[in-house]
């Protein structure tokens, strides 16, 4: 059981938006704590999608887009494309484990 | 540019001992932390802990205590996971992970650049 709570799966048809949430508790998102984001495109390592929050990685689409508010985080994705089917995963710290902690995985479809 | 290459996989029984390594080119080995994460096969990531590559000091989470070793060779821009005691549900893709740290906790931020993976197979 993750410290931080992702769907475990979401889908939408090219061009759409989806969103990817990821809840934690006043121990870790609602502490303050930053939340990053990664892609993990079938059979190879996770990439960086979104730094502190909101921030993307040069190289990084604008097409993605991350926000926080009180104790969740959430990925936005936007004209999808089919490129775009991948794990995505949440990371932030936790202060009660005194931990990095992973969101367990969101798996994305495109339609 | 930054990156850093893995060791290839490794087929081992129960009971045996593995050393994965990580080496790093790019940017200045001992100005990052490096992390290790496990992904055992259909699952999520999983923070094993980081290295201070300044220090030599280790950082291990909870459940990778004991069996589990980090260390460093610095002039050769290595980092490496030690498992002993090899048991089936050690199999999983490590992965090496730069992370700058935060002060405000002393612990790793975001993960990028992350290593291509290590597969480990534990198996009689």
């Known amino acids: 059981q993750s410290v931080l709570t992702q769907p475990p799966s979401v889908s939408g048809a090219p061009g759409q938006r989806v969103t990817i949430s990821c809840t934690g508790s006043?121990?870790?998102?609602?502490?303050?704590?930053?939340v990053h984001w990664y892609q993990q495109l079938p059979g190879t390592a996770p990439k960086l999608l979104i730094y502190?929050?909101?921030n993307r990685p040069s190289g990084v689409p604008d097409r993605f887009s991350g926000s926080k508010s009180g104790t969740s985080a959430s990925l936005a994705i936007s004209g999808l494309q089919a490129e775009d089917e991948a794990d995505y995963y949440c990371?932030?710290?936790?202060?009660?484990?005194?931990?990095?902690?992973f969101g367990g995985g969101t798996k994305l479809t495109v339609l | 540019q930054v990156q850093l290459v893995q060791s290839g996989s490794e087929l081992k029984k129960p009971g045996a001992s593995v050393k994965v390594s990580c080496k790093a080119s790019?940017?200045?080995?001992?100005?990052?932390?490096m992390n290790w994460v496990r992904q055992a096969p259909g699952q999520g990531l999983e923070w094993m802990g980081w290295?201070?590559?300044?220090?030599?000091?280790?950082t291990y989470a909870q459940g990778f205590t004991g069996r589990f070793v980090f260390s460093l060779d610095t002039s050769v821009s290595t980092a490496y996971l030690q498992i002993s005691s090899l048991k089936a549900e050690d199999t999983a893709v490590y992965y090496c992970?730069?992370?700058?740290?935060?002060?405000?906790?002393?612990?790793?931020?975001?993960?990028?650049?992350w290593g291509q993976g290590t597969l480990v197979t534990v198996s009689s």
């Open positions: 290295i201070n590559t300044n220090t030599g000091n280790p």
């Open positions: 006043s121990s870790n998102i609602g502490a303050g704590y930053d």
């Open positions: 790019g940017y200045t080995f001992t100005s990052y932390a």
């Open positions: 502190g929050n909101s």
């Open positions: 992970a730069r992370a700058s740290i935060v002060v405000v906790t002393a612990t790793p931020g975001w993960f990028d650049p």
């Open positions: 990371q932030s710290y936790d202060s009660s484990l005194s931990d990095v902690v």
